[in-house]
């Protein structure tokens, strides 16, 4: 509206200059040479316009055609330009959805329209990669590199064709060029810190740390944990080489993460060596609410040097019943008691607190089982059903980094170089697909833990002052009767060998072992019985056997004919000891 008033005015003004002009009387006199010309004032005002119009015109086309090669050329620019960016924008959307061909012809396109603008190189470089050139890509990424506004980002394609190349070296060199250009890009930082870490330089580990809380890539809380996890790193390696240094570095540790198995323990062990027992006991507590570990309980169970194994069973019972609240009767806690029972030699306390597990085991609850038989009864047959129980039982918890199964806790992932990335988790292809499944025992495994315990015979002593021997009953799985004592040879007078048993005589009844008290008599040693097998012999899946049914094979002849050379070997040697008064 402002626009239509303000043409208004300017015709009305410029009808009512042309009116004033048409109404002003007089000539304009113009003499040039012999040229002579007096026209009136309206005339020569209406000439001047012309004159003036003219001219306008005139510069206006001399200008165009002085301009036109220089917009041609621009013209041109601007349509290669808008052809490069669509190729551009076409090329990254065919990288992004995975067509190889079409992002290369594309990139192509946007290399001949638009060479030097950075996007046309990404396309390049990201394209060469997808086609697996990686010659082609680092020349681009190298191009990237020299620029000044493409260099962080072309120094980033490096790094990664140096990682796909396996270039360590090369990868970290290119790292620390781009953290010197910018501190605060993170994946550099990130890359430099692992390659330090894993050359176990913790004091340059700890130098980017601190650049990393300066340029914001961390906040306080994640600094304080990664330097503890840091330090416990340099506390381990120093242990035994300066233990001062390894000490101070671990006290800091653990005021910064306190939490950190690995450090409560080395904490702990320091503390006691110091005679700080309490303070010690403290270290462990902490880190044991936040997550029960072996390692905690067995650095609680040592605490104190010289305690007996008893001792150390009441002190892990303790520790075992500071479980979180909402962990009531941790596993930890329990397989802790069962360890410290069983050093202690409390195997009925042991079996207590593992009974809960018993029936779905995981491998350590089965190793533990199997230590409990072999030492408490020395049954070689129940030990090793629980050693193949333990084989293919559930897997225990185990410090676990991006798939990555170790040992021991490390302080940085070996796969992606994350630091503080060990967890005390059980490992994912361990897990079960169907967590209320249970693994069936074999039918080896049932009747060697079906069959029960060996018995503990005990020999009579000679004197009142000398004890009793117990003496363990041979593994059942050799189903051979044990061998009596036999006693030194003593003069005596020749006794007549005893007659030999007849075959009706029930070889149950004949006593397996003799007495001390008894070897100097002059008895007739009886056939021993034979034991009957504490653990039945399992036949495996793929055994025949022995056709019962049929006539007797040359196997069976040679069993018989072994048992009655056996008869007549016992009844030589009793006659032997007969005669010569055994």
């Not at 506004?149 to 394609?157: A, F, H, K, V």
């Not at 001792?311 to 979180?324: D, H």
């Not at 047959?381 to 798939?403: E, F, I, Q, S």
């Amino acid at each position: 509206m402002l626009r239509i008033v303000l043409f208004l005015v300017l015709i009305a003004l410029a009808g009512a200059g042309a009116a004033w002009v048409a109404d002003q009387p007089g000539d304009v006199v113009m003499t040039w040479g012999g040229f002579r010309a007096s026209p009136s004032v309206p005339v020569f005002v209406l000439c001047l316009g012309i004159f003036a119009v003219t001219i306008v015109l005139l510069w206006s086309i001399l200008t165009v055609i002085w301009r036109m090669p220089g917009r041609m050329r621009r013209r041109r620019h601007e349509k290669r330009h808008a052809r490069g960016r669509h190729a551009i924008t076409y090329g990254l959307l065919a990288i992004g959805h995975g067509d190889t061909g079409l992002a290369r012809r594309h990139a192509e396109a946007a290399r001949r329209h638009a060479p030097d603008d950075p996007l046309a190189l990404l396309l390049h470089a990201q394209s060469a990669q997808m086609d697996g050139n990686r010659d082609e890509a680092q020349r681009a990424f190298r191009a990237m590199a020299e620029r000044e506004d493409t260099r962080l980002l072309g120094l980033r394609g490096l790094f990664i064709e140096a990682q796909r190349a396996d270039d360590a070296v090369g990868a970290v060199m290119i790292a620390e060029e781009a953290i010197k250009l910018s501190p605060s890009s993170t994946w550099a930082s990130h890359a430099v810190l692992g390659f330090r870490c894993a050359r176990g330089d913790w004091s340059g580990a700890l130098a980017i740390l601190d650049s990393n809380l300066s340029a914001g890539l961390i906040d306080k809380q994640a600094y304080r944990r990664q330097r503890g996890v840091l330090l416990t790193a340099r506390a381990l390696e120093l242990e035994t080489m300066d233990r001062d240094i390894a000490r101070e570095s671990v006290m800091e540790a653990i005021k910064l993460a306190p939490t950190l198995v690995p450090a409560a323990v080395l904490a702990a062990k320091f503390e006691s060596e110091a005679h700080q027992v309490r303070r010690a006991m403290k270290l462990v507590e902490a880190a044991w609410l936040a997550n029960p570990h072996p390692d905690l309980a067995d650095a609680y169970a040592h605490v104190k040097l010289g305690d007996a194994a008893r001792q150390r069973l009441q002190r892990v019972e303790t520790l075992a019943a500071k479980t979180p609240a909402d962990r009531p009767g941790h596993v930890e806690g329990q397989l802790a008691i069962a360890r410290a029972a069983i050093d202690a030699s409390e195997f009925a306390r042991a079996r207590e607190v593992l009974a809960p597990y018993v029936n779905d085991p995981t491998q350590r609850v089965a190793l533990l089982m199997a230590e409990i038989e072999r030492t408490e009864h020395g049954d070689g047959g129940r030990a090793r059903a629980w050693t193949l129980r333990a084989v293919r039982a559930r897997h225990d918890p185990a410090w676990t980094a991006d798939g990555y199964v170790s040992d021991r806790w490390r302080p940085v992932s070996p796969v992606t170089g994350r630091l503080d990335a060990f967890q005390w988790q059980t490992p994912v292809a361990s897990l079960p697909s169907d967590r209320g499944t249970t693994i069936d025992s074999s039918a080896f495994e049932e009747a060697m833990l079906a069959a029960p315990p060996p018995k503990r015979v005990t020999v009579a002593s000679n004197s009142p002052a000398e004890p009793a021997v117990a003496e363990p009953v041979p593994a059942a799985q050799d189903n051979l009767p044990p061998v009596a004592e036999q006693p030194e040879a003593a003069p005596a007078e020749p006794v007549q060998p005893a007659p030999e048993p007849a075959e009706s005589t029930p070889l149950a009844a004949t006593p397996v072992f003799r007495t001390r008290a008894d070897l100097g008599k002059p008895t007739a040693a009886p056939i021993p019985a034979p034991i009957p097998a504490v653990i039945p012999i399992v036949r495996a899946p793929d055994d025949p056997g022995i056709d019962d049914d049929g006539p007797s094979d040359e196997f069976t002849e040679q069993i018989d004919s072994s048992r009655a050379n056996g008869k007549a070997q016992a009844g030589g040697w009793r006659g032997f000891w007969s005669r010569w008064g055994a």
